[in-house]
């Protein structure tokens, strides 16, 4: 039980180090931070000076604001500078983030492939079937048209997917260029 209450106390206090921190590289007034996320001031000094504890949704706001994961903003030192500048967002993703955009881009790569393979098969399956189409059962009939469906909607699905990742992929390369 000590222990929980040790590791919520040092969480805690790296949340009010931190908020201090990145106020204070922005430039930023309790105030003007309090406006700029939709708080009072007083909620922003009672959080930095550690006596308590922002909901979940106002941490939501500051981690967004500040271009920082939630576990950065309230689990890790970022008084060191070279912790900072690896997990913040300001000159692109992280190198976990960036890590995980390319897992992402081939996941959605191979799933297309994926698509493209199953419609390939059936193509050839069902040349076979369009020959007999008279013979086929109405049951085959009627799951022949939601499979064209299913691959028109998922093949549209995942071009989207594909230029979500890409145009992320595509700003990330242009924030290493800068």
């Given at each position: 039980?000590?222990?929980?209450?040790?590791?919520?106390?040092?969480?805690?206090?790296?949340?009010?180090?931190?908020?201090?921190?990145?106020?204070?590289?922005?430039?930023l007034s309790q105030e003007?931070?309090?406006?700029?996320?939709?708080?009072?001031?007083?909620?922003?000094?009672?959080?930095?000076?550690?006596?308590?504890?922002?909901?979940?949704?106002?941490?939501?706001?500051?981690?967004?604001?500040?271009?920082?994961?939630?576990?950065?903003?309230?689990?890790?030192?970022?008084?060191?500078?070279?912790?900072?500048?690896?997990?913040?967002?300001?000159?692109?993703?992280?190198?976990?983030?960036?890590?995980?955009?390319?897992?992402?881009?081939?996941?959605?790569?191979?799933?297309?492939?994926?698509?493209k393979g199953i419609y390939?098969?059936?193509?050839?399956?069902?040349?076979?079937?369009?020959?007999?189409?008279?013979?086929?059962?109405?049951?085959?009939?009627?799951?022949?048209?939601?499979?064209?469906?299913?691959?028109?909607?998922?093949?549209?699905?995942?071009?989207?997917?594909?230029?979500?990742?890409?145009?992320?992929?595509?700003?990330?390369?242009?924030?290493?260029?800068?």
């Open positions: 039980m000590e222990t929980v209450k040790q590791d919520k106390q040092i969480s805690s206090n790296y949340l009010a180090v931190n908020l201090r921190l990145l106020r204070k590289r922005r430039k003007e931070l309090a406006l700029q996320i939709g708080l009072n001031r007083g909620n922003i000094a009672s959080y930095e000076n550690g006596s308590a504890e922002p909901k979940i949704s106002n941490l939501l706001r500051m981690a967004e604001f500040f271009e920082i994961s939630l576990i950065d903003l309230a689990q890790r030192d970022l008084t060191e500078e070279a912790t900072l500048k690896s997990l913040t967002r300001i000159h692109g993703l992280c190198p976990q983030e960036r890590v995980k955009l390319e897992g992402l881009f081939q996941g959605a790569l191979d799933f297309d492939q994926f698509l390939t098969c059936y193509s050839y399956k069902s040349k076979d079937l369009e020959k007999n189409s008279d013979d086929l059962p109405q049951v085959a009939k009627f799951l022949r048209s939601h499979f064209e469906q299913l691959h028109a909607a998922a093949l549209k699905l995942s071009e989207q997917h594909l230029q979500l990742l890409r145009m992320c992929h595509t700003k990330e390369e242009k924030k290493e260029d800068l």
